[in-house]
């Protein structure tokens, strides 16, 4: 029988001790319960006894009379009483006595099977959506971080990339052909309008001759030569002046025109170099890597399927595990910092694993933990409060195991108090 089975066995007679002390006091129940009955029994003959037949006027038989007083005084037993009183203060007090008892002794020993192994655990995801393109370590593998995990199938990712390359380059190429065609255009402007402003003014001066010599033709005499003449120069002018105004006017479409296309070009540029970055980016999270040491579990078995961005698909345990175990409050006299531990894991019979107390949450004594203390004497089941040890392993101890020794596990612990 191992040290497990004799655990098992003290916990099992102190079971069966308190069952054995609950019987008793059972018994001590039914005890004065049969007393209480006898006594009332007696109470009931003496009362029936004191009776007698009392006939009427009529001579018929009248109802029994009740004892008086005085008389059912007479008819107890003297002592009944004081032994029921004595009985009941010492059921009482065994009751309180058991209860300190268990409230301030305790375990010699402290173990608890409600215990679990934690750790820290680190999910690892894909940070962009894809598929992944292969695993490159096995389940329970130990890995360091920094070590490559998965490739996600960047195919996709390198034809956009391909295709954001080349709109960035035709954009490029683009852009010097269009300032070009935009300083000629702006030139061509910068001449009609040049142009413009000239003929504006011939075709006034035209206009004011022209009116002039219409106005003082029938007057003076002037010649019907002088008046075509200036007729002729006022419409060669105002013809002139349109077609000035026609080529400032396209001149100003074709700047516009060729600005518009520049900002189009530009914007072009921009979007195909902003997409070659973030897909160089995407790219480069195709790689997945380790965050930190520890051991390999996979979180998923069909890898074919399409992920997306923080999606687990497995995790890293990490090679540092403890194990938080919850005595009850009655255990902590026996618990010190630096105890040794020994760890007895479910799932791992074959090994038993060593460690120390590295932490012992505080307990919060108020006043309305000590009055429900005082309520809890008359009661002979009361569970204190259980407060929780954290137990880190030696590291000698989970060696070659290390990788199985994962959070959630239950654990039976004994620590020893000598």
Known sequence: MNDHDDL???GRQNIEDFVHHAAQTALWKEDMSEILTRFRGRI??????????????NGADALP?????????????????????????????????????YHFLGEGTPTTDKAVV?????????RIDGTIAGI?????????????LAEIDKRDLEQKLAAARTDLVQAE?????????????????????????????????????????????????????????????????????????????????????????????YSKMHTAETTVRQTETQLSFTKIYAPANGHVVFDKTNFANHLSAGEPFLKLVGDDPWVVANFNENQLKHIKLGQRVTIRIEAISQRTF????????????????????????????????????????????????????????NTFVEIDAR
């Open 65 to 101: 009379k009740l004892l008086k007083p005085s008389d059912r005084a007479h008819s107890r037993r003297p002592g009944v009483g004081k032994r029921l009183i004595l009985a009941s203060a010492g059921i009482i007090c065994v009751g309180i006595i058991a209860r300190i008892g």
């Open 44 to 57: 009931g003959h003496s009362a029936r006894s004191a009776k007698g037949p009392v006939t009427s006027s």
């Open 118 to 126: 934690e750790g820290y655990t680190y999910p690892v995801s894909s």
């Open 173 to 265: 190429t683009m852009l010097p052909e269009i300032e070009t065609q935009l300083s000629r255009a702006q030139a061509e402007l910068e001449t009609a309008e040049s142009r413009m402003f000239y003929r504006d003014k011939q075709l006034n001066e035209a206009i004011s001759d022209y009116q002039y010599i219409s106005k003082i033709r029938t007057k003076k005499g002037v010649s019907p030569l002088l008046f075509a003449r200036a007729k002729k120069e006022y419409e060669s002018a105002l013809s002139e002046y349109s077609r000035a105004k026609m080529t400032l006017v396209s001149g100003g479409d074709r700047v516009r025109e060729i600005q518009a296309l520049r900002v189009t070009n």
């Open 136 to 148: 490159l370590v096995s389940n329970r593998q130990y890995v360091k971080a920094g070590d490559l």
């Open 8 to 10: 098992k066995g003290t």
């Open 354 to 409: 060593h460690g120390e107390v590295v932490y012992i949450a505080p307990v919060a004594h108020d006043s309305a933990g000590r009055m429900a203390l005082l309520l809890s004497l008359f009661s002979f089941i009361d569970p204190p409060r259980n407060v929780s040890v954290k137990i880190a392993f030696d590291s000698e101890s989970v060696l070659g195991l290390a990788e199985n020794i994962d959070p959630g596990l």
